[in-house]
């Protein structure tokens, strides 16, 4: 392959990240929001964050991106380029899943802990903020991980706009050389690695999340040597 082709297909690397990053930005925000909305006093909030959620996930990414790009444009007369585009329909196609692991965390965490914060006069701000993220965020780490390698794949669903990502790129190689076995296990090679990489980071922060949360007590051994002598009044 020339170094014309690879510099393509680098490019489309380049796309794909972008698209990657800035999708995961916005699904990660509007799963906090909805996620946290999902569990408001309020039903009205609770109903439509759960519109949105059943909307979005009961829909198809794909035809979601053609909705944005194609349909709404002459509804609203302006056009969003391909990357705003794919950007938007993935990251509130891909939000709705979150908000859902969202809510779910919440709802694991024990409820003693939300009538603590009853107790200590706490605004349901700062019980949300101060007591339930704390502990629900490192939960939601491992399916917030199977999700953004789920959004990396998607990312693939922008082609159909004619934007240069991997899948694009890739596509317009194989034409050139009409090599389709060795093309595309480039391709196959570079999602992997990019969701290898992302895997090994979503496991990193995780650990950092979960450190020092959930620690069991030390053994009774290790209290009793810690006592100082004398301490305990012991039998004599």
């Known amino acids: 392959m020339t ?5 393509l297909v680098l490019q489309g690397v380049w796309v794909t990240i972008q698209l990657l990053v800035l999708s995961a930005l916005l699904a990660t925000a509007v799963s906090f929001v909805a996620g946290i909305a999902r569990t408001h006093r309020l039903w009205i909030v609770r109903f439509l964050a759960g ?9 198809s990414a794909l035809v979601m991106i053609f909705w944005v790009f194609f349909v709404l444009p002459p509804a609203f007369g302006w056009q969003l ?10 990251g509130l196609t891909y939000g709705a899943y979150g908000a859902e692991i ?24 700062q019980r949300m903020r101060l007591i339930l993220l704390p502990q629900a965020v490192p939960e939601m780490i491992p399916p917030f991980s199977n999700l953004l390698i789920e959004l990396l794949k998607g ?7 004619g934007m240069g990502d991997l ?10 050389l009409q090599e389709s076995a060795e093309i595309y296990t480039y391709v196959l090679l570079v999602y992997f690695v990019l969701a290898f990489l992302l895997t090994r980071m979503m496991r990193g922060l995780e650990k950092r999340l979960k ?7 030390a053994p009774a051994a290790e209290k009793v040597a810690a006592q100082p002598a004398g301490a305990g009044g012991g039998l004599r």
């Open 167 to 176: 899948a694009f790129s890739g596509n317009l190689v194989r034409l050139a």
């Open 102 to 125: 969202v809510r779910g965390a919440l709802g694991a965490v024990d409820p003693a802990q939300q009538e603590g914060g009853i107790a200590l006069s706490f605004t349901p701000w």
């Open 51 to 59: 519109l949105y959620t059943e909307v979005f996930r009961g829909t």
């Open 211 to 217: 450190a020092g949360v959930g620690k069991a007590p």
């Open 155 to 161: 990312t693939a669903l922008v082609s159909i706009m």
């Open 3 to 7: 170094s014309g082709l690879w510099e």
């Open 81 to 90: 380029v391909p990357l705003w585009a794919g950007t938007l329909a993935l």
